[in-house]
């Protein structure tokens, strides 16, 4: 077994006990992500030497900085920074910012879906306007905050998932 491998059954471990604890409990639990990130940056260094040491801290803070704004906002919670900071750390830079675009974009179209469903949608759509308007006029960051009472959970974790799993397929399929 390939060095790679050891780090992708690291990564689908934790990638499937996230999902299920943010189904289940609405949570990205710290005694999952923070192992992962401690042997994702371990096993790296171990691996692949200081380029491998290099690229897990800058995935760690790639995957940490795509979610701490909106993290901000009150539109996700710290499991999810977590998270992402975790799948940096052991597949790297650019497979996570790739893995995160890929995730925003099923995360945002079921969130549209839900939105429309739910015959919410333009309301949706002001608030969201609203906060960034809001953020880009320098508000302070509790005037940011989308969150209300009727919000509906999305298990953002699952979407971030299937995004990094298709970056994964993408990277081993090309």
Known sequence: MNHSTIIDIMLFAFLLISVYTDIFYRKVFNFTSFPAIILGIG???????????KDSLAGFAAGFLCLFVFYLLGGIGAGDV??????GALKGFDFTLM???YGA????????AVMLINRRFISGIKKIFFALLGFLTFKTPGSL???NEKAI?????VFLSIGIFLRWLEMHFK
């Open 99 to 101: 893995g995160f675009l």
């Open 82 to 87: 977590k998270f992402m900071a975790a799948v």
């Open 105 to 112: 974009a099923v995360g945002g179209a079921a969130a549209i």
């Open 43 to 53: 096993f790296n260094l171990l691996f692949f030497g200081l380029p491998g040491l």
């Open 145 to 147: 905050k989308l969150e």
């Open 153 to 157: 959970f999305l298990p953002y974790s």
